[in-house]
């Protein structure tokens, strides 16, 4: 079992920066890949970003456009995306989450098997 633990969101105006953390207890951080979902009223989950064990390999959904960037440290077993130059079109509730081990693609929501509650994110405009 691993328990996830997303903060760092809150109201923030177009064009600002904020930094969510993904804090991890239980088994093993280092070993799993994770990634950074959102979700928005009345629309599915959305892969936001994901992130290798090592942290060497990220990969971001394509509406990101290098505004985002996710990071890990290992040694605090905590997760991160620094978000700047936040849109409207960013609100939503933002999820860290586990890749399955072996599992397969890194940008579908049902690869993941633990999740954390959510973290609000609102932008103004």
């Known amino acids: 079992q691993v328990q996830l633990v997303e903060s760092g969101g809150g109201l923030v105006q177009a064009g600002g920066s904020l930094r969510l953390s993904c804090a991890a207890s239980?088994?093993?951080?280092?070993?799993?890949?994770m990634g950074w979902f959102r979700q928005a009223p009345g629309k599915e989950r959305e892969f936001v970003a994901r992130i290798s064990w090592s942290g060497g390999i990220t990969s971001y959904g394509d509406f990101v456009k290098g505004r985002f960037t996710v990071s890990r440290d290992n040694a605090k077993n905590t997760m991160y995306l620094q978000m700047n130059s936040l849109k409207p079109e960013d609100t939503a509730v933002y999820y860290c989450?586990?890749?399955?081990?072996?599992?397969?693609?890194?940008?579908?929501?049902?690869?993941?098997?633990?999740w954390g509650q959510g973290t609000q994110v609102t932008v103004s405009s």
């Open positions: 239980g088994r093993s951080f280092s070993v799993y890949a």
């Open positions: 989450a586990v890749h399955t081990p072996n599992g397969g693609s890194y940008y579908q929501s049902y690869e993941y098997k633990y």
